[in-house]
């Protein structure tokens, strides 16, 4: 990937779930998307900062080592990141409103409706 710019195929997924990981991966690449998928936000961060530039990005916000707030904190603080749209995908009450404090364009809430899922993807990539 060339400097900064950004992919307009490619999900970077942050989620603590291994099984959610594996299962939107194969959700997405089935619809032609690359997916990168990483266990907590600090590997997120790390991603990001190594130059992956994902069109989106889905955020579980209860997760060990760095939680979705802490990397939506990091991540906008980061002149180079801050543009890279978020949907917060969460089990916990009042999704919508957390999604909202952390500026993400959207939010879905778990288990997820892969339909209304995709076409969230297709709104931002």
Known sequence: MSGSSTSTTSILIVDDDADIREALV???TDHGYASHAVPHGAAALAALQSGLRPCLILLDLMMPVMDGVTFRQHQLADPDLKQ???????AGNDVSVHAAALGAVESLRKPLDLDRLLEAVARHC
């Open 84 to 90: 890279l749209p978020v949907l917060v995908i969460s």
């Open 26 to 28: 194969d959700v997405l």
